[in-house]
């Protein structure tokens, strides 16, 4: 080699190598990215732990109460469910008046039998009038003429209440001074599917709400409830429109909240997993048709938003375990850790399910896709009814 041609080799610009190259600079951009996608993840195991302490528990032995109960079931073809509903009704303790009204909503499979074989007071709603969609014109109608009632409770049917149930919700209500409490129930997951997306309800609150600000008046879009056990102060679901107002909801129960903020009650969700279980959803085929239903404007309030927070989910919780890295690793943990956590308060299961996190909130998100684009062509249906709310 010549000392020109060496000298050529030492000095002279360096040659790119074949192939399209990762320019450093962008390199370096995308591992700022998942560092902050995981401190993201790490805020939000965080808040999961302080939730954890702050959420509201019932008594274990809540004291009798003088409180005048109407129990509200709104059941559409819940024959099978009811007995097991009704009979542990009638179990209830600690509650001296206590009046249990099943309201057949258009059932074809002996409901209303049913119930009254079961000892409930049945009464038949009428068709939902245009702009109501069918269960909150079922609560509405239970609800009416209660105008000698302190507290409404409204339950569904495939719930199953501990004996003390009642009177521990009633007394989460006097002893904080809420006017609605939505106790949680111990949410029972079956199938891979099931045991991948339903703790994501409770995970999300218990990462995203701020419940002590979440109690107080206002603030509306603060706000997580559960419909299969709520009760509320007969006062304060008067002074809030009732029903009435959340006519056309597919949630029902997050606009009820809503709506007793605003006009100016307080309320929030609590742990229900020692008062009452369900199963709400039986494998893949009811856990999409029921989640498709309602995700449209679950997570952000309308398709548009509930598209963005899917977006947000899976940016913090799926896209660092996929780019990997020491960051990526700590946001993979950090979400485990936060599912775990909010599993273990609330009665669910915690491992091995909570190491599929990532993957879960992936099933939620195409569940969000799906639930816009039938929202938008107007093909959602649920219980035989098309939903147009």
């Not at 450093?24 to 302080?50: C, I, K």
């Not at 809503?258 to 959803?281: C, E, F, I, P, Q």
């Not at 195409?366 to 098309?386: A, C, E, F, P």
């Amino acid at each position: 080699m010549t000392p020109r041609t060496r000298s050529s080799h030492v000095l002279g610009p360096e040659r790119p190598p074949t192939g399209r190259r990762v320019r450093p600079g962008r390199r370096a951009h995308g591992r700022r990215v998942v560092r902050v996608l995981a401190g993201v993840s790490v805020a939000g195991a965080a808040h999961a732990v302080l939730n954890a302490q702050l959420l509201r528990t019932p008594p274990a032995d809540p004291p009798a109460t003088a409180a005048r109960v109407r129990v509200v079931v709104p059941a559409r073809d819940e024959a099978h469910q009811l007995p097991g509903c009704l009979d542990a009704l009638a179990a209830q303790t600690g509650v001296a008046h206590l009046d249990v009204v099943v309201v057949d909503d258009g059932s074809a499979d002996g409901t209303a039998e049913v119930a009254a074989a079961h000892g409930a007071r049945v009464l038949t709603a009428a068709p939902p009038r245009p702009g109501w969609l069918g269960k909150p014109n079922a609560c509405a109608q239970g609800a009416a003429g209660a105008e000698d009632v302190d507290v409404l409770v409204f339950v569904d049917a495939d719930v199953r209440l501990a004996p003390h149930a009642v009177a521990a919700a009633v007394a989460l209500l006097q002893a904080h001074d809420l006017d609605l409490v939505s106790p949680w129930p111990r949410q029972l997951a079956v199938t891979p599917a099931e045991r991948l997306v339903q703790p994501l309800q409770q995970w999300l609150w218990a990462t995203t709400l701020p419940l002590r600000l979440a109690e107080r008046p206002g603030r509306p879009s603060m706000a997580a409830a559960n419909g299969q056990f709520l009760a509320v102060r007969r006062a304060g679901y008067e002074r809030a429109g009732g029903h009435g107002s959340v006519r056309g909801e597919v949630l029902e129960d997050i606009a009820l909240l809503r709506a007793v903020k605003r006009a100016g009650g307080r309320g929030v969700v609590a742990d229900g997993s020692a008062l009452a279980t369900t199963r709400m959803y039986d494998g893949w085929a009811e856990l999409s048709a029921g989640y498709e239903k309602s995700l449209w404007s679950a997570l952000g309030g309308s398709p548009a938003g509930s598209l963005a927070a899917g977006a947000a989910l899976a940016a913090v919780w799926v896209l660092p375990p996929l780019a990997g890295g020491r960051a990526g690793l700590v946001g993979y943990a950090a979400g485990v850790a936060g599912r775990a956590v909010a599993a273990a308060r609330t009665g669910g299961r915690v491992w091995p399910d909570s190491l599929a996190h990532p993957l879960g909130v992936l099933v939620l998100d195409g569940l969000v896709v799906r639930s816009v684009l039938g929202h938008h062509r107007g093909t959602l249906h649920w219980r035989g009814r098309t939903l147009t709310g």
